[in-house]
């Protein structure tokens, strides 16, 4: 299943897409606001082609409501951490983003105040659906209920400022997610999927996820060790090279009107315009 959440920010209605691609109304199923174990109880067994059709092009949401956890992993791609000039970590370096970074897959980023360093990253998306602590590699991927696209966009500037990465990756509008949650049985293999990042029409990202350092069944294990996951946390599993922060010799940051399009194999696209702070000075 293709699950997602579709209209205006805050008045989101569930939805489902269709085998031809079309966007199906959940809302006579599932409660707008059910959390995911709810939403996949529900729709068990449901035929999309079944439902009413929605029509235009509506905005799309976050996939789903009730995300409690946003764990990133860092440097979990050889070629990104050979770019980066660093070595390859021993274990997953594990960090958590603020709730309030959560933006919808084509949202506005907004740049922070005092940004000169904002960056891009196309993650693969892991959600838990069955609670996970002290779980093995060979169950690991049996707490998984599906994967989405995510936009780990970063500020370097504040990410380097201290050994702690955590306020150069949660400032609002920093994590776009979706545009859909594609539950496992369609994704047989999170292990070879191709991704990519364009920056105003240019490639800056291509990578598939066998690069990857430790891999999702590895990740979600690991995690488990240290926090207990719970259905509806996302786990985003590191981005490929590409990114500004790494381009010789000369490094290349985001900056208002800057477009980027994001994509994973059998996950959607997002897309995504950078917009300056508009608050309080």
């Not at 594609?182 to 240019?202: C, F, H, Y």
């Not at 999702?216 to 690991?222: E, G, K």
Request: hydrophobic share 40%; glycine share 12%; charged share 20%.
């Amino acid at each position: 299943m293709k699950l997602c959440r579709y209209g205006n920010k805050g008045q989101e209605k569930p939805g489902i897409i269709d085998g031809a691609g079309r966007l199906r109304d959940l809302s006579g199923i599932v409660a707008a606001a059910d959390d995911l174990s709810r939403q996949l109880q529900k729709v068990a067994g449901v035929k999309p082609e079944t439902l009413p059709l929605v029509n235009g092009k509506p905005r799309f949401g976050v996939p789903w409501t009730g995300i409690g956890k946003f764990v990133a992993i860092g440097l979990n791609y050889s070629d990104h951490a050979k770019e980066a000039g660093l070595a390859l970590p021993s274990e997953p370096i594990v960090f958590l983003k603020a709730n309030t970074c959560i933006n919808g897959p084509d949202d506005d980023v907004v740049q922070p105040k005092k940004s000169t360093k904002l960056d891009w990253e196309v993650e693969l998306g892991v959600v838990i659906g069955a609670q996970a602590q002290y779980v093995s590699e060979a169950d690991a991927l049996k707490h998984v209920v599906g994967y989405c696209i995510v936009n780990d966009v970063s500020e370097r500037s504040f990410q380097m400022a201290t050994s702690q990465w955590d306020k150069g990756m949660g400032f609002d509008t920093a994590w776009p997610i979706g545009p859909w949650l594609v539950t496992s049985d369609e994704i047989r293999n999170p292990q070879d999927l191709e991704m990519a990042l364009e920056v105003n029409g240019k490639r800056m990202q291509s990578g598939n996820t066998r690069t990857m350092v430790f891999g999702v069944a590895q990740i979600v294990s690991h995690v488990s060790h240290y926090m207990t996951l719970l259905p509806g946390d996302l786990i985003a599993t590191g981005t490929p090279p590409g990114v500004g922060m790494g381009i010789k010799p000369t490094p290349l940051f985001l900056k208002p009107g800057d477009e980027m399009r994001l994509t994973i194999a059998g996950l959607g696209e997002q897309r995504q315009k950078v917009v300056a702070y508009g608050g309080p000075k």
